[in-house]
Structure formats: structure tokens, C-alpha cells
């Protein structure tokens, strides 16, 4: 077995020692690696490395302290993700143990707060300490478990049997579906995959119960993994506000906040998206739920339809904002806090008086003092006063790791505007 060992840059350990769990290429000051016990130790620069990609490296500092042993991939910016703080013969002597036991942890987190029939985020890559590796578990109104997987690094893709075989031990799915579509593979030098594990052919569409209501979930062709799990408890507080009011509920996706409001007493949910597919779903989980006539989908730019209302005079009691990631980059934060704005603002001005702005952003560059500093001025513009009655985040099935600030990604206000 080949020892490989990665050195870094002086200075450049203070962010592992913190927890963040990646060492990218320009931190690395040179490999070395021997092909065994006996052989002599090789030096090389990282470009020049001969080390293959998937190797199970252990990298120390400049001056030869351990910081920890992870997966090494030359032809990702991520070079190297790290899985363990132990020794790499800890991990190797038995790799089916040491990913089960992240996997069984991992589960007994979500038991404290998910019942048997819930549907939650079962694994959340790195906050997990499985870098890479996205596992939702559904449970249908039948009983049957199913999960929808991710292996978006070459550090989970090559213990694939190990992780699936785990998860198949402890969780006995009825189906498996892999959603490793994403450009995240091609980053990392991986083809896309797609389909059911092993064959095991099932409906792309479930019904799953969340907060009492049926939602109809295509973990095939959804967005994602289906359905975005991760709001379960923001959209059970917001229904509070809900009772005999009329409410609008955008970037909807699902319906899944019109319906909790709808299931609240609301008298009027209109739910917005400008996807036809999406709206064709929210109409399907308005039918499961026999919520007629209360309310409605409809396919539109959620940014025109605001100014729409706006202009004609519509008001609301409740509006929610759940949008998707406006940037997924740093450089294009301006961009998107001027989004944001935009429909904050415009969504205060067809508030009634004293009405409830539940207001989300699901992207880590916009982080959450940069949020309210939006909202702010989101009011400012608008000429509304606001109180923040409530900061709110991810589930406890996304932990937030400590050292590790994408992890805490979601922000979710409930506002009062006057």
C-alpha cells in the first residue's frame, strides 16, 4: 500500500484546526509518498504529482504536525477532503466499519427529533463527516422507506459499496434512487449518474406526509433530490400565522407552505412558480389535501406578478418568500442582494398593515447579517418599519458543523411589517 503524505503552505492550517473539513490546491506546498514501509520517499510539487487520484492521503503542516487523512483528487480546486482526524491504518483495517459508524451516528442525531414515518435530510455531507454525500430518507404513506443519494466527490465515490451497504443495513429502503447529476461530478473529474441502485425499479412518485399534509414528491425529476426537506419546522411556524388570512406563498416548488397554511384555517393561499411542472405538482397536492377552493397554483415570474400586484393594488395578510439560491458564487453577491431586495421590498408594499413577511435565502454567500441588513433597507425603500419576531435556519437534519461556515446555509425571518 502507497504512504502519501500531503504537506501544506506555512500558515495554511489555522481553517482544519478549526474544522473545515478541505485542503484546495494552492494550500499545498509539495507531496510525499513511498510505495512502501521500505521504499525510498518520493517529493513532489502537486502538479507534477504522480500520486493517483482516490488515494487516501494524511496531510500535515509545514513543520510536520498531523492535522488529518482524507481523499486526495488532482483534478478538483478541493484537493483534498478530509474524513478522518485519525491515521489512515485506523481507517483502512476496516473501511466498511468506519463509514457505518458515521451513518449510525448520523441517524441516531435525527431519532432525537424524526419520528419512523418522517421524511428528513438522513445524511448532510461534510456537516456529517461524510464530505461529498447527500442522503435523504422519505418515508410514503404507506410505510415504504426510500432514499435518494448523492456521491458528488471522488472522497465518497470510492466507498460507494461501503456507504450504500450501511445505509441498506440500518435503514432497509425499499428503493434507492441516485441523483448524481450535477455539475459537482464533472468538477471532480466523475460521469454523471442517474437512475435506481441496482436495478430495483420503483415509481418516481411518492406521497409523503410533512406537518399532517400529503405532499406528492418526484424524487426522479424534482428539483434536487425531489424536496427540500429543510424547511419542515420554518413552514409549520409560519402556518401559525395563517388562520383566516390570505396569503401568498412564492417560489413554491411543491406547495408545501401554501398547503401548511391552507391546513392552518387560511381563507385564501394563492402558490407561485414560474416552472409548469412545479405548479402541475402544486395542483396535484391541492387535490391530495381537498384543498379546493382555498387554493390555488399558479405559473408566474414571481418578480413581475410582485410588481403586478403592486401596481393593481392587491394586498395580503401573509407572503412567503422561499426563492432559490440567487448566487452560488462570491463574486456575484451584489447581484444577488439586489434580488433579494427587490422582492422583499415589493413584497412589504402589498402587505396589509401589521401583516407577516416570512422571508428565506438558501444561499451561503448571502450570509445572515447581510440578510437583515437587506431586509433593512428592503424597509427603507419600501417606507415600512419592521420587527423581526423570529431568525430561523435549517432543520436539525442539516447540523451546522462548527469550523465549516457552508453548512449553515439557510436564513429564514418572520417579520412583522407596519
Not at 473501511?95 to 441517524?107: D, M, S
Not at 442522503?135 to 458528488?152: A, M, T
Not at 401559525?240 to 413554491?252: A, M, N
Not at 381537498?290 to 406578478?305: Q, R, W
Request: hydrophobic share 40%; net charge neutral; proline share 2%.
Amino acid at each position: 500500500m502507497e504512504i502519501v503524505r500531503v504537506f501544506l503552505n506555512a500558515k495554511e492550517e489555522k481553517e482544519i484546526l478549526q474544522g473545515f473539513p478541505w485542503v484546495f490546491d494552492n494550500e499545498i506546498s509539495h507531496i510525499k509518498h513511498r510505495a512502501n514501509e521500505k521504499s525510498e520517499w518520493k517529493y513532489e510539487e502537486l502538479k507534477d504529482s504522480t500520486v493517483e487520484d482516490g488515494s487516501i492521503v494524511e496531510v500535515f503542516t509545514k513543520a510536520g504536525g498531523f492535522l488529518g487523512t482524507g481523499v486526495i483528487n488532482k483534478k478538483s480546486k478541493i484537493t483534498v477532503r478530509l474524513i478522518s482526524n485519525e491515521h489512515e491504518d485506523k481507517i483502512l483495517a476496516n473501511t466498511y466499519a468506519f463509514w457505518e459508524k458515521k451513518i449510525t451516528n448520523a441517524i441516531d442525531i435525527r431519532k432525537a427529533f424524526y419520528k419512523e414515518n418522517d421524511s428528513y435530510r438522513l445524511i448532510f455531507g461534510e456537516a456529517d463527516f461524510i464530505p461529498g454525500f447527500i442522503c435523504e430518507r422519505f418515508c410514503d404513506v404507506n410505510g415504504r422507506v426510500f432514499l435518494v443519494v448523492q456521491f458528488l466527490s471522488l472522497s465518497c465515490e470510492i466507498f460507494r459499496e461501503d456507504i450504500l451497504q450501511a445505509l441498506k443495513r440500518h435503514c432497509k429502503p425499499t428503493g434507492i434512487f441516485e441523483r448524481s447529476d450535477t455539475s459537482a461530478r464533472d468538477k471532480e473529474g466523475l460521469p454523471q449518474v442517474f437512475g435506481w441502485v441496482d436495478n430495483k425499479v420503483f415509481d418516481n412518485q411518492i406521497t409523503i406526509l410533512e406537518n399532517g399534509i400529503k405532499l406528492e414528491v418526484d424524487i426522479a425529476n424534482g428539483q434536487k433530490t425531489g424536496y427540500f426537506l429543510d424547511q419542515k419546522f420554518n413552514r409549520a411556524l409560519a402556518a401559525k400565522f395563517c388562520k383566516g388570512k390570505k396569503v401568498l406563498d412564492t417560489f413554491t416548488h411543491t406547495g408545501a407552505f401554501g398547503l401548511n397554511a391552507f391546513a392552518a384555517g387560511a381563507s385564501q393561499v394563492t402558490s407561485v412558480d414560474i416552472s409548469p411542472e412545479a405548479v402541475q405538482m402544486v395542483n396535484n397536492n391541492i387535490k391530495l389535501n381537498k384543498a379546493e377552493g382555498v387554493m390555488k397554483g399558479l405559473c408566474a415570474d414571481v418578480f413581475d406578478l410582485l410588481k403586478k400586484y403592486e401596481a393593481s393594488g392587491e394586498k395580503f395578510d401573509v407572503i412567503i418568500l422561499d426563492p432559490p439560491a440567487f448566487t452560488k458564487s462570491a463574486k456575484m453577491i451584489e447581484k444577488a442582494y439586489g434580488g433579494y431586495k427587490e422582492i422583499n421590498l415589493r413584497a412589504m408594499r402589498i402587505l396589509n398593515e401589521g401583516g407577516i413577511l416570512i422571508t428565506c435565502s438558501c444561499s451561503y454567500f448571502m450570509e445572515s447579517n447581510m440578510f437583515c441588513d437587506m431586509v433593512m433597507h428592503a424597509a427603507m425603500d419600501s417606507h415600512k418599519r419592521v420587527q423581526i419576531l423570529e431568525k430561523r435556519g435549517a432543520g436539525p437534519d442539516h447540523p451546522v458543523l462548527v469550523g465549516y461556515p457552508k453548512s449553515e446555509y439557510l436564513k429564514c425571518l418572520v417579520c412583522k411589517v407596519m
